[in-house]
């Protein structure tokens, strides 16, 4: 038997042989095909999840643009108020300064306001700068109330920020929450202003609640919020301040 017969396979052999590459062909795709299904499923779970994350931080920028035109319409109505009263101050300071000035009064003149009836009536012109005046104090005196004795009057808070329950929302918001106590004598809002930072202050960010319910004396309220982180340090802040009032 020459070299080449020896060498030559059976056809029992070249099945096997061919069964064999075959199977090896088989699992090539198989592994091909599961390697395509597994990176196409972790593509998908990634942009679900950045989509996430977007729609989080565009409603955490929806709720902050809400409360900042909140404060910026009671600030206009403050000022519309304040802008009031001082236009009739304004306008009670004309009328004075168009008055002449009184001149002396001669002896004669004294002795005659002297002699004056007491059930003299006073003239139209004076009723009316007396009356001018009584609305320029009474206005006032309703701004001062209303804008620095009222809304605080007999209300005092004590807060407290749960530094534990950080929620990293995405790396540029955190999820807080915090305690308000009212230990005053009077129901009243609060507005709170909270603080959160690392260690360092490097990565911080700051808000200022005023929309909150009223709260009743003795009455404690959990409330959270969330916070715009700067240079998207969210997962790095540890602790933090609030102040209410």
């Given at each position: ?13 070249e099945?096997?042989?061919q ?6 062909k088989?699992?090539?795709?198989e592994?091909t095909?599961?390697?395509?299904s ?5 593509k998908?779970e ?6 996430q994350?977007?729609?989080d931080k565009?409603k ?9 035109q ?13 802008d009031t ?6 306008k009670r ?7 002449p000035?009184p001149q002396?009064?001669?002896l004669?003149?004294k002795q005659m306001?002297?002699t004056?009836k007491p ?10 700068q007396?009356i001018v005046?009584?609305l320029v104090i009474?206005?006032i005196?309703?701004?001062?109330y209303?804008?620095f ?6 209300a005092?808070y004590k ?11 995405n790396?540029?918001t955190?999820g807080?929450?915090?305690?308000v106590?009212?230990?005053?004598t009077k129901a009243?809002n ?8 690392d260690?360092?202050g490097?990565?911080n960010?700051t808000?200022v609640l ?8 003795g009455q404690?309220?959990t409330?959270?919020d ?9 997962q790095?802040?540890?602790?933090g301040t609030?102040?209410?009032?």
């Amino acid at each position: 038997m020459s070299l080449f017969d020896k060498l030559k396979k059976t056809p029992e052999q070249e099945a096997k042989y061919q069964a064999r590459l075959a199977a090896i062909k088989t699992k090539q795709e198989e592994w091909t095909a599961n390697a395509n299904s597994k990176r196409e499923q972790d593509k998908a779970e990634s942009d679900a999840k950045k989509l996430q994350r977007n729609e989080d931080k565009a409603k955490a920028n929806a709720q902050r643009l809400q409360r900042q035109q909140q404060q910026e319409e009671e600030n206009a109505k403050k000022k519309a108020e304040f802008d009031t009263i001082k236009l009739a101050k304004d306008k009670r300071n004309h009328m004075d300064n168009q008055q002449p000035e009184p001149q002396k009064l001669s002896l004669e003149n004294k002795q005659m306001q002297s002699t004056k009836k007491p059930d003299e009536k006073m003239k139209p012109k004076e009723v009316v700068q007396a009356i001018v005046v009584l609305l320029v104090i009474v206005l006032i005196g309703w701004f001062i109330y209303s804008v620095f004795i009222a809304p605080g009057s007999g209300a005092k808070y004590k807060a407290t920020l749960d530094t534990t329950s950080f929620n990293v929302i995405n790396p540029a918001t955190l999820g807080v929450t915090f305690h308000v106590k009212n230990i005053g004598t009077k129901a009243g809002n609060p507005t709170c202003t909270i603080d959160v930072s690392d260690t360092s202050g490097t990565y911080n960010g700051t808000d200022v609640l005023s929309d909150g319910p009223t709260i009743k004396p003795g009455q404690t309220v959990t409330s959270a919020d969330q916070i715009t982180i700067t240079k998207q340090g969210a997962q790095y802040v540890t602790g933090g301040t609030i102040s209410c009032n």
